[in-house]
C-alpha cells in the first residue's frame, strides 16, 4: 500500500552555530547567541582568533523575563555595545557569487535572498548616530561607506542605511523606543534591500553594488551616545 501526504517537500539546511566556524564551515544559516562568555575564553575558540573582532563588547547574562512570553521578556543574555567606538564584526564571507553557489550547492536550489534577523534593542537612542547600530556592513560598520544595509536610530525614528545614506541608501522606519524588537533585513539579487520590526515591512532602500562578500556589524560611534545590545543574530540564504 502506498502513502501519501501532503507534506511539503524537504529543504535541506544546514546551521553553523558556533560563530567561531562562521569563516571554517559550509552553510546556509549562520548563528551568533550572546550572553556571557559568548567571546570564549583562553584556549577555547576565543571569537578575536577565528577572523571577529570583538572590541570591549561587555557580556551580561539575562534576568527578569517571564516564561516564553512576549508580554514581559526582561533582557535577554546580551552582548552590550555600551561604550564609544565599541565594535562587534564577523567574517566578510556572506553575499558574493562564490557564496551563494556553496549555499545552493546543500539548498538545492539558486538562493536569490540573503536574510538577516537579530534581534536586539537600543537601550539609549536620543542621537542622530548613523555608525551606531548594527546589519550588514564589509568591514567596521564604524566607516559608513562599508555599510550594505545598517539599522541605525536617529532621534524620532529608527532608520536603515546603505553606503551612501542619502536618498534612495536611507529610510526612515518606525518611532525610536528602548525595546527589544526582532528586527530582520532582506537583500534580493538584483532587487532591492527590504527591513522589518516585528514582522512588519519598514520599507525599502537600494541594493549597494560591488561591496560584497559582507559581513555582520554592529557598532558604537567615537564619542556616541546611543548604546545597542544584541541577544543573538541569524543570517541565511534563501
Known amino acids: 500500500m502506498t502513502i501519501t501526504t501532503n507534506a511539503p517537500p524537504k529543504i535541506n539546511r544546514v ?4 560563530p567561531s566556524m562562521w569563516s571554517r564551515e559550509v552553510g546556509t544559516d549562520y548563528w551568533f547567541t550572546a550572553g556571557v562568555g559568548f567571546e570564549g575564553i583562553a584556549a577555547d575558540e576565543i571569537l578575536t582568533d577565528y ?8 557580556q551580561t547574562a539575562g534576568t527578569l523575563a517571564d516564561l516564553m512570553t512576549s ?19 564577523s567574517p566578510a ?4 557569487y562564490a557564496s551563494a553557489l556553496r549555499a545552493g550547492a546543500i539548498l538545492g536550489y539558486t538562493p536569490t535572498t540573503l536574510n538577516l534577523e537579530v534581534y536586539a534593542n537600543f537601550s539609549v537612542a536620543t ?6 547600530g548594527f546589519g550588514l556592513s564589509t568591514g567596521s560598520s564604524l566607516t559608513a561607506t562599508n555599510h550594505i544595509a545598517f539599522i541605525w536610530g536617529g532621534i524620532s525614528n529608527f532608520n536603515i542605511r546603505g553606503t551612501p545614506g542619502t536618498g534612495a541608501f536611507n529610510d526612515a522606519g518606525a518611532a525610536v523606543d528602548n525595546n527589544f524588537h526582532l528586527w530582520k533585513v532582506t537583500a534580493t539579487a538584483g ?11 519598514q520599507g525599502t532602500i537600494t541594493l549597494v553594488e560591488d561591496l560584497f562578500p559582507t559581513a555582520f556589524s554592529a557598532s558604537v ?10 541577544a543573538w543574530g541569524h543570517i541565511w540564504y534563501a
Not at 73 to 81: F, M, Y
Not at 224 to 229: D, E, L, Y
Request: charged content about 15%; hydrophobic content about 45%; cysteine-free.
Open 93 to 96: 564571507i556572506f553575499g558574493d
Open 127 to 132: 542621537a542622530s548616530e548613523t555608525t551606531t
Open 51 to 58: 577572523g571577529w573582532t570583538a572590541t570591549s563588547v561587555a
Open 191 to 201: 532587487g532591492s534591500v527590504e527591513w522589518f520590526i516585528d514582522g512588519t515591512s
Open 71 to 89: 508580554a514581559d521578556v526582561g533582557t535577554p543574555n546580551i552582548a552590550a555595545l555600551d561604550a564609544a567606538s565599541d565594535l562587534l564584526l
Open 15 to 18: 546551521h553553523i552555530t558556533r
Open 221 to 230: 560611534v567615537a564619542a556616541g551616545t546611543n548604546r545597542v545590545n544584541i
